[in-house]
């Protein structure tokens, strides 16, 4: 018996799962009457477990709620409200071997990488317990005398959360952990290829709050694009839709939302770029190139997509890359020492299939892989491609194990090629040449909302704004001033004073 399959009922029942499960919660689990789904582990082909989702109705009623605990919620200090995330944070602590195991088991990366997405989360836990006292508002002098000005935030209000599967729990905590420290409550509608793992988070939501007697915040909506994307996307209640995913569906998103004057987070694909001077360190290079492109089976938005190699170190680079490729300990994910596990469906491998049988037709070259391996599961083979110019496949994101090398004689043209794409997420250099580090990050350099030095693309912190330019939807999630996309700013001016001045020095007196 596999890992996987001696995992399955261990982890249900860890998590209070059955085999068939409700796919919606407002602070108490619906009787759903949706779709069944069938959450299937990518490693094996097989079911772990069912969901029936959410109609319409449903989702309509897990809205209401949502924006009935707004009411009390935004009445929360602050801080208080930065006590109910601690104490997220605390149980995931204690889960985060189970929960990273569930996630493993239904996505398929590698355990050490389902662990680092719950670390994930509860760093935001840390991060968001902070921000809940440091929800700045600056005051600036009046032009006026006797009168004060400032700028404070408030609540923005209920907020749609909708996430992909590659990170089924980390991105929701990028978006709950801070959503809730600034006073929002908020709907969950998770990717229907991870709602396993959106069901135990939220379970452990339910146990805090109710220990708390905190309104719904965390509720759950798991349904298809007809009966839950759509609706909340064009739901009047929800002034902010925090959408991660594909451009396709970014676009689709960015649209709907700004029709009706609500307010868009997006965090799209990206295609990322990744450049190797002569004069780098060449086995750092190797590792971050390897790590970026196929660690999680490339399926990061910040995987590596393309490699830049300049001419002096192209050969030798290929030729440790096409190496170490052949060496890639690919199987279940589960099973310690494994660095590749499967892709997340039949549909991915037939997607990257097609990419690559394109890719040849455009002249490129298979150095290493390009093959899906035969037997249970979605695995592919991780693959390195070979291309003389930059061909349209290679500006497409496919979300798959695929890297194209394009080599360059000097760092100008690596830098147009870099940011000839029309995504914007991720970029990387490695350089020991301090003027080529900072030519990469000046204004002229990387276009994209990453930048590194020395580091590969993928496995940014929480600490930093996270997200991109362009296709990639502008949205910045995480860490930094990003709470400020979950809340509305108020100028408030307060005169003390006696007489009434306008201000640019108009007069308006009888
Ligand atoms: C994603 O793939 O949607 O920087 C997010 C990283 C992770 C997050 C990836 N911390 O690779």
């Not at 952990?177 to 600034?182: D, G, K, N, R, T």
């Not at 500006?395 to 940011?419: G, K, S, V, W």
Request: hydrophobic residues 40%; proline residues 4%; contains cysteine.
């Amino acid at each position: 018996m596999t890992i996987s399959a001696q995992e399955n009922s261990r982890l249900l029942e860890a998590f209070g799962l059955s085999s068939d499960n409700p796919g919606a919660f407002d602070g108490s689990w619906l009787k759903t009457s949706g779709e069944r789904i069938e959450s299937i582990n990518p490693a094996t082909g097989t079911p772990i477990a069912g969901v029936t989702m959410a109609t319409r109705e449903e989702y309509d009623r897990v809205a209401q709620t949502t924006v009935e605990a707004f009411k009390e919620w935004r009445t929360w200090p602050s801080p208080k409200r930065g006590e109910i995330v601690r104490q997220l944070g605390d149980i995931l602590r204690q889960r985060k071997d189970d929960l990273g195991r569930l996630v493993t088991l239904e996505v398929g990366k590698v355990l050490s990488e389902g662990l680092g997405e719950v670390q994930e989360m509860i760093d935001m836990a840390d991060l968001a317990v902070g921000m809940s006292r440091q929800l700045y508002g600056l005051s600036m002098h009046s032009e006026r005398a006797q009168h004060r000005m400032f700028e404070q935030w408030h609540p923005m209000g209920p907020t749609g959360i909708i996430t992909a599967f590659n990170f089924p729990v980390a991105v929701w905590a990028w978006n709950a952990m801070v959503a809730a420290a600034c006073g929002n409550s908020m709907i969950w509608k998770p990717s229907p290829e991870a709602p396993l793992t959106s069901l135990a988070v939220t379970r452990l939501a339910q146990e805090v709050l109710e220990a708390n007697s905190a309104p719904p915040i965390f509720n759950l909506a798991i349904g298809g694009v007809s009966d839950v994307g759509e609706p909340m996307v064009a739901d009047t209640r929800l002034p902010l839709i925090s959408a991660t995913g594909s451009v396709r569906m970014g676009k689709a998103v960015g649209a709907a939302v700004a029709a009706r004057m609500g307010r868009s987070l997006l965090e799209l694909g990206g295609n990322n770029g990744l450049v190797v001077m002569d004069d780098a360190d060449l086995d750092i290079a190797l590792r971050g190139v390897l790590f970026g492109a196929a660690g999680t089976a490339g399926q990061r938005c910040t995987t590596t997509r393309r490699l830049f190699l300049q001419k002096g170190i192209a050969a030798k680079m290929k030729e440790w890359l096409v190496k170490a490729y052949g060496s890639i300990r690919i199987g279940d994910p589960l099973e310690s020492g494994t660095l590749m596990g499967p892709l997340i469906n039949q549909a991915a491998v037939d997607s990257m299939l097609a990419a690559l049988e394109v890719v040849r037709g455009q002249g490129g070259r298979v150095l290493a892989g390009g093959e899906a391996i035969e037997g249970a599961g979605y695995f592919v083979q991780p693959t390195l491609v070979e291309i003389d110019e930059q061909i349209p496949m290679a500006c497409d994101e496919t979300f798959a194990p695929i890297l194209y090398i394009m080599e360059f004689d000097d760092l100008e043209e690596a830098i147009a090629l870099h940011n000839a794409v029309p995504q914007g997420l991720s970029s990387a250099i490695f350089t020991l040449n301090m003027r080529s580090a900072e030519r990469f990050l000046a204004c002229t350099g990387s276009d994209c909302g990453i930048a590194n030095v020395n580091i590969g693309t993928s496995g940014a912190e929480i600490g930093g704004a996270f997200g991109g330019e362009k296709d990639t939807g502008g949205g910045r999630e995480a860490g930094s001033d990003s709470w400020k996309a979950y809340m509305r700013r108020q100028t408030c001016t307060i005169n003390w004073g006696t007489e009434l001045p306008l201000a640019q020095g108009v007069e308006f007196d009888l």
